[in-house]
């Protein structure tokens, strides 16, 4: 099993930041790569950002130097620190388990609304 649980979206003003947690199962967490995505009505679901196993990371264009992943492997969780909001961000925000690179498993998506 790979249950992946978000939290931390809400609904804030531009310019505000907010932090995201995916908390993983503990016996999958440090062998694993993780991504968030976000999709918004009408669009694709794309990628935000991944960290590996070893650290590295990787951002859309979007976001980067707005945007910081990390995790904390004694605690299984994944987080997406989000400063800077636009109303551009406004989406549905999915963290997923990677293998090869591409998404296999996801959690039930947190809610992001920003707002002018």
């Known amino acids: 099993q790979a249950q992946l649980v978000e939290s931390g979206g809400g609904l804030v003003q531009a310019g505000s930041s907010l932090r995201l947690s995916c908390v993983a199962p503990?016996?999958?967490?440090?062998?694993?790569?993780f991504g968030w995505y976000r999709q918004a009505p009408g669009k694709q679901r794309d990628l935000v950002a991944r960290?590996?196993?070893?650290?590295?990371?990787n951002y859309g264009d979007s976001v980067r130097g707005r945007f910081t992943i990390s995790r904390d492997n004694a605690k299984n969780t994944v987080y997406l620190q989000m400063d800077n909001l636009k109303p551009e961000d406004t989406a549905l925000y999915y963290c997923?388990?990677?293998?090869?690179?591409?998404?296999?498993?996801w959690g039930q998506g947190t809610q992001v609304t920003v707002i002018n």
């Open positions: 960290i590996t196993t070893s650290g590295e990371t």
């Open positions: 503990g016996s999958i967490f440090s062998r694993t790569t």
């Open positions: 997923a388990s990677l293998l090869f690179g591409s998404p296999r498993y």
